[in-house]
């Protein structure tokens, strides 16, 4: 074990990886010495080489549709964008592209890459450097998307991801990348898909959740044991694939559940969610299911607004305690 | 050039051209599911260029694909099987027309979204290039597509990378009812290799000696390490832009003088008078690929349909 | 009334518009003379001249773009995508621009435009002619999203949606512009978004639907009701705003329901109807919420794997029979 | 040229300077909330540019801004205060720095997508051109922009239906840390007018007299109904790509020297040089310029928070 940050977890995993197969490789903006938009591959140019470490003009479709192309071709291609509000631009590469290919093609290639993503609001970004497409990347087929909240996972997921032999859209929460923890240095350490981690036990409310907003229900989660209220905080980790046994056992045993994400929720993870216990355990629920998110406007910049808008412990608390 | 290679060259063409002719048929009696963009008249492009490949290099291609498979080597039998929906054919009939992939070959799949091709043509290059396998890739798109930003992106990467990939456009002068030069102020296509810093060719798109030419020294100059050039070929389609579609905005006049200049025809004259083949030798050239279509055709009609429950396999890659 | 075409209902709207307001235009591929991918601008072009009915060149992020800035300096823009599907290549100037603009900008300036998207599978036109992404544009905030089933609708909705000031997604099933139905005359035939109509009643089960799979499920609907089994039709119409109201309405009536869609269920429409059920109607539910969709594939090619995966009425039949 | 125009270039330019230099001390200070990337050392090309428009002609900007803002006639009380978050703000506080718009002055938005402008301003010409009311539009953009398709698709629209507006590419040389020459063959961006048959002009952005000049040109063309130029203005920046950035990228030797060409400092003493104004007059200036900031930035600090439940408003309009 060592301690690191979030964003440390990434470079690690991604440098082990490099160094296992030689066609791992890094696609992006300024990913070569200035270490991409968050450090994440910071150092790797100079083991690994520009050849490997590759920095792009500015061309989200184009180097995202390289990248497919090497994949096709023999390749592991770990893409970055600065700001995932942009895989707008790339996204026809990773829909209409990417995730139709083996299908289309009768399994006759794959396309074995890494779509890493930083999101979500805070800092005062503003409304296009604060976006969360997990929802919309998890409702296509042929695609996989995985949304780490800590260190460790960070660092098990993003080499499942690697090592996959599938479009991955690998979502990192930008409020996470200074989050310390202890990460396995175990160069095996993998993190298999589809496998939802209990971050908390509880027994009176299930919260289901993913990035950064599992902190958040962390902190709620102490906040309610002092006023009785048990939670148990389950972190999706990957979305799709998504562990729908693990989100069902909960609810069984503690009756009552809130869908918690930070972002939007028309045709979300948490509307999702929502619908899978509706439909799988309904003779289970005590009170009707309960999502919580952003209201329906873009992420202001001001922090008054922004903090009002978006999900924070307090507000993870107050809809907590409604469901009472 | 190589006399052989200029007899297959002919006998490529003409197999484009028959399997075109019957599908276009076969479309139209609702034989064949889905739609179809015929490669009439532009045979010479695929063929001359892919005649300058190798087996193992790679290639993109279009909506407009069939022709681009064919030149590159695919089996008419999957490929017709393909267009069927049958289980026998390159894709196991989940593709058709617009998908049909046959990485074997390097052919890394025809393509429905216009221009969605040339990143994945130039990202081949990239792997190429990475693993010093001596590989080069050609992107095919037509002329409407040199509109799309990722022909822009694209070629600037490759161009700045110095890929092995040639970028190749078939100006067959319009998109879909769209005459380009209504929506382009540019004549020529190849004039936007200035824009990358790399060299822009135009060649005779229905003459595939011309084609063999440009392209033979694209991919000797892509494989020597120096990086892309895009061939601009100067072509017309002889049939509406779909099997099925509105003729009305097709000029009946420039498509006359066009088809003056059809490969399928002149060709064999040009191998003729050269004393390269004769006659009898380009009959027996047709009389073969005729037969070995209708043989595609019936492989295709005896073949079975997929299983309806493969359609939920292949979506992931363990 | 007149008898006429889904498709010629919307060319009518937009040639009712564009004689009403001369800041109403169309942008797309081959609108003029050949009427675009579906016929439905045929014609304009002979009243109304080039100026007003645009031939881009194909450049789907471009003329989006240049809708998006028309729209914000005074024009309406009816931009026509020849299919949907590659709404992945223009969805940037839809979701980080035109969405986004009116919020960060402070309510100075709007974005009246539609974007007129062809969808839908069927007729072998294969994986990327096939997608539906109504569910990824409901999710965003600062947009709009209609998908009308019938030609009065494709009218009505069209109409409002052209006199919008807010950027709508207009999703036309491509299996719907054939269909013949009455449409009414009246040039201010608008039908207000937010408002679901209910095109068949009942009272056993609500199915929650809309464009296409309305008609399968009116078809459904009669071969239910010889087993007895009376279905409430809902046509959501709207996805964004939806009616929320007349679902659980109907939903406290029947105590049963379907979300029915033609395309992937992960966090899709019928995900999000489902949980606002299963959040609202709660205790009116006799049996769980159900959804019915598409399996995690592509569209594929071949007749007999598309009718594999794709809904129909034997389909819908069996799905509401599992429920009783 | 105007002698009050060049004065007021002079003012405009000082203005923009003064304005980022205190962004920046107040961004570090924490003062402000988000990030922001500085205009300072590119004066001359907003303010050359603006000059030769109408207080109604559109403009489209960048995430590198407040300089496109001021130029443009923007107001430094309002402008700041929607740094600050501030409710009276040029957007109450919604937008920040990436997202400035005022419509009344035709600024369309700075722009957090890089790229993203520049189709915004070609459809800005459309209006124009449609409503036929004489204006023009300008789309700023960098170089590092012009990798991305929305140039390239923009431009040819741009060029084929001749719209009146000018594609103004700040080349600084970088894209954040990414010499941009290394991922582009060509050194010049204006060679890439040619692949949309317009004009590529290449000028020396520190100077605002030859921007001014270049940019009249391609108004008057663009009014005239002639169509889009691309104007490539060589310029560098002072300070990092954003503040608080590190500067390990950055060219401390190129920085100087481009330093001595600082508008700034070259440009007053041209004037006086002149006989346009004297010693005193620039003082003058200055001195009205730095108490104006002064004034914005205590405006601004007075202003009060936006009410937080505004956040739900403005998200549709009625
Ligand atoms: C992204 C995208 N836009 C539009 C279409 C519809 N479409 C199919 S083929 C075609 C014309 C393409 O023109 P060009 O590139 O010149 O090829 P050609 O058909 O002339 O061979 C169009 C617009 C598409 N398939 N994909
Ligand atoms: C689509 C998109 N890609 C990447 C970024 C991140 N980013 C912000 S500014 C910038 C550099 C832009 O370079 P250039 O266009 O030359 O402008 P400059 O900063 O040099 O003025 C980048 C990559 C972004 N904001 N949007
Ligand atoms: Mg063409
Ligand atoms: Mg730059």
């Known amino acids: ?324 | 050039m190589d006399l052989k290679l200029r007899i297959k060259m002919f006998r490529d063409m003409y197999t484009i051209r028959v399997f075109e002719e019957k599908v276009r048929v076969l479309a139209m009696q609702n034989k064949l599911p889905g739609f179809f963009h015929l490669y009439v008249g532009e045979e010479a492009i695929a063929v001359g260029v892919c005649s300058a490949l190798n087996k193992d290099d790679y290639i993109t291609s279009t909506h407009r694909g069939h022709g681009h498979l064919i030149a590159k080597g695919g089996d008419i039998n999957k490929a017709m099987a393909e267009l069927y929906g049958k289980a026998t054919g390159y894709n196991k009939g989940k593709g058709g027309s617009m998908h049909i992939a046959a990485p074997e070959l390097g052919i890394l799949g025809t393509n429905g979204i216009v221009g969605g091709g040339i990143p994945i043509a130039t990202g081949a290059a990239l792997s190429a290039k990475y693993k010093k396998d001596g590989r080069v890739a050609v992107a095919f798109f037509g002329d409407g597509a040199s509109n799309q930003g990722t022909f822009h992106e694209a070629i600037n990467i490759g161009a700045a990378f110095n890929l092995p990939v040639i970028y190749v456009c078939e100006n067959n002068l319009y998109g879909v009812s769209t005459r380009q030069t209504t929506v382009r102020k540019v004549e020529d296509i190849a004039v936007r290799a200035q824009a990358y810093g790399i060299p822009g060719v135009i060649v005779d798109g229905t003459d595939p000696d011309e084609v063999y030419k440009v392209a033979k020294e694209a991919v000797d100059r892509a494989r020597r390490g120096e990086g892309p050039t895009l061939i601009e070929c100067k072509t017309y389609k002889h049939h509406t832009h779909f099997v099925g579609d509105t003729d009305s905005y097709m000029n009946k006049e420039e498509l006359e003088a066009w088809k003056k200049k059809d490969p399928i025809a002149v060709y064999p004259k040009r191998l003729i008078e050269e004393g390269i083949i004769d006659e009898d030798g380009i009959n027996q050239i047709k009389k073969e690929v005729e037969e070995a279509i209708e043989k595609a055709i019936e492989f295709s009609e005896n073949s079975p349909d997929p299983r309806p429950e493969s359609a939920l396999e292949d979506v992931y890659a363990d």
Request: with cysteine; proline share 5%.
């Open chain 1, 1 to 324: 074990m060592s301690r690191m940050s979030y964003s440390k977890a990434l470079g690690t995993a991604i440098a082990e990886e490099m160094r296992r197969d030689e066609n791992v490789l890094c696609i992006g903006l300024d990913l070569a010495y200035y270490g991409g938009a968050f450090g994440v591959t910071r150092g790797l140019a100079e083991e690994f080489g520009t050849d490997r470490i590759m920095n792009m003009p500015i061309s989200e479709a184009g180097y995202t549709g390289l990248a497919v192309g090497a994949a096709a071709t023999g390749l592991r291609p770990v893409v970055e964008l600065q700001f995932g509000d942009w895989v707008t631009i790339a996204s026809d590469q990773l829909v209409n592209q990417a995730a139709n290919m083996r299908y289309m093609f009768g399994g006759t290639l794959s396309i074995p890459m890494v779509m890493r993503l930083p999101c979500g609001g805070g800092g005062s970004a503003g409304a296009q450097h604060s976006h969360m497409f997990e929802s919309w990347f998890s409702f296509v087929a042929g695609l996989k998307v995985a949304a780490p909240s800590t260190p460790a996972d960070a660092k098990g997921l993003l080499k499942t991801a690697i090592r996959d032999n599938n479009p991955v859209i690998f979502f990192e929460h930008r409020q996470c990348y200074q989050l310390q923890g202890e990460v396995p240095d175990d160069p095996e350490y993998l993190i298999p898909f589809g496998k939802a981690d209990i971050k908390r036990e509880g027994k009176d409310i299930t919260i289901v959740t993913y990035s950064y907003m599992v902190h958040m229900a962390l902190e709620a989660a102490k906040i309610l044991e002092k006023d009785g209220i048990s939670a148990e905080i389950i972190d999706l980790r990957t979305i799709k694939p998504l562990d729908t046994d693990t989100i069902i056992n909960s609810v069984k045993k503690t009756n009552r559940v809130l869908c918690l994400q930070e972002t939007w929720l028309t045709c979300s993870v948490a509307s999702e969610v929502a619908a899978i216990i509706s439909e799988q355990a309904f003779d289970y629920l005590d009170a009707p299911v309960k999502r919580f998110g952003s209201p329906d406007c873009p992420v202001p910049f001001a922090p008054v607004l922004e903090n009002y808008v978006l999900p924070n412990t307090d507000k993870i608390v107050r809809a907590v305690k409604e469901m009472f």
